[in-house]
């Protein structure tokens, strides 16, 4: 959707509270503009030239629309559940609805289910991946990913858990505690891996010793680890909990760049290129955090809320306030940026040298990953910090 002029090729859509206006692709029918709006089809009425549209009519390009919402709030003004009548305990502007507990974990499995199904830069009928294959989600203690576990046990899928612990002090304690906790009570299977005892670095001790951000250290090094780890215990698909704010965030922060080669792998689905690579997924990229933190409290999960202390070095945070000032003004806009996105010119965006040529995959000559150089980032990151600090062993803070 933009705000442009309308133009061959797109339908013109008035929205309510905040009234604005948006296009949309066409030619479409009323339940696929709804479905790209993000919007309940029961929540809504659309209207042209004062009548009332079902969801199979197909508007044509240049068509007028309006989308009015139709859920208010019950009798004492609170908000009800869109599905059910009940009192809301969650309210969501950019779908315009609200939602009980029950129905707002089910907005969330649907959503992930939407997700897995149509995946928005798959050929139709590609899914994220089936039941029968072997899962691997990386959680790291925060409310994503373990929502992501959560939902996909729930929804019947096979899936354990990798936990890395980055040796970020108490903070990596405690979220490892979180996950193991999270695991045991379910009879979940989770793979634990630590960076110092592993590899020979923290994330902290890494960074001292190569003057690297924290967070290019820990993220090239949970990067390598999720990809080993789902080789070597021979997964088929490896999951992110990353949602929508964090792609919104990441995809705005690659466009201010012009970061091409990231902007090619932005994806919820990264297809596997090499012998040792596995399919990477994110199945949490149409939900926001906050329906993801409600998720968590509405299930009973038990999740770490405290940031990262070394989050500072992290610009994503400063993108992620932006957005959400533009969100607040327009709801909606997140959402629209990331799926037009993925729909409209991802495909644009190839991963290729100064020459423009795609770059080829090959192994690794030290560990055997995939890498487009002769040694991958990760192996060089380690051999320069290993050079600094060739004792260490446990660069755990306290
Ligand atoms: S904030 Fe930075 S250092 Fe902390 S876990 Fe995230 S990427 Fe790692
Ligand atoms: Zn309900
Ligand atoms: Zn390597």
Redesign the pocket.
């Known amino acids: 959707m933009s705000n442009e002029p309308s133009a061959s090729g797109t339908v013109r859509v008035r929205l309510r509270n905040p009234d604005r206006t948006v296009e949309a692709p066409a030619p479409c029918t009323v339940g696929e503009l709804l479905d790209g709006l993000d919007l309940l089809p029961h929540t809504v009425l659309v209207i042209h030239e004062a009548q009332l549209l079902t969801a199979d009519r197909l508007l044509l390009p240049a068509t007028e629309v309006e989308v009015r919402p139709v859920i208010s709030g019950g009798a004492d003004g609170a908000p009800r559940c869109a599905v059910c009548r009940a009192p809301a305990v969650h309210e969501e502007p950019r779908h315009r609805a609200a939602w009980c507990s029950t129905h707002l974990a089910d907005h969330v499995h649907n959503q992930i289910r939407k997700a897995i199904d149509r995946p928005p830069d798959r050929p139709t009928g590609e899914r994220m991946f089936h039941y029968g294959q072997r899962l691997l989600v990386a959680v790291?203690g925060g409310k994503d990913s373990l929502a992501l576990w959560d939902a996909l046990l729930a929804m019947g899928y096979d899936v354990d858990g990798l936990y890395v612990g980055?040796g970020?002090g108490g903070?990596s304690s405690r979220s490892q505690r979180v996950c193991e906790a999270f695991a045991t009570a379910r009879g979940l299977t989770l793979h634990v891996v630590d960076l110092a005892e592993r590899y020979g670095y923290s994330?902290p001790s890494g960074s001292d010793a190569t003057g690297r951000?924290?967070?290019g250290?820990?993220?090239l090094s949970?990067r390598y680890v999720f990809d080993q780890v789902a080789v070597e215990q021979d997964y088929d698909v490896l999951l992110t909990g990353h949602n929508l704010d964090d792609e919104a965030a990441t995809l705005l922060g690659n466009v201010l760049r012009w970061n091409e080669g990231f902007l090619a792998r932005q994806r919820p689905v990264l297809a596997a290129r090499a012998v040792n690579q596995r399919r990477k997924c994110k199945p949490m990229f149409r939900l926001s955090e906050r329906e993801s933190a409600a998720y968590c409290v509405v299930r009973g999960i038990d999740y770490v809320v405290e940031?990262?202390?070394?989050?500072d070095?992290?610009t994503g945070h400063e993108l992620k306030a932006a957005l959400d000032l533009l969100e607040a003004a327009s709801p909606g806009l997140k959402a629209q940026f990331v799926f037009g996105f993925l729909e409209r010119v991802a495909d644009r965006f190839v991963d290729q040298d100064d020459a423009g040529v795609q770059r080829e995959l090959r192994a690794c000559a030290s560990c055997a990953m995939p890498t487009t150089t002769d040694t991958c980032a990760f192996c060089r990151q380690r051999e320069a910090i290993l050079a600094v600090l060739p004792l260490a062993t446990s660069g755990v803070r306290t």
């Open positions: 790291s980055l970020i903070y994330t951000s924290t967070c250290v820990c993220g949970k940031e990262c202390p070394l989050v070095g992290n």
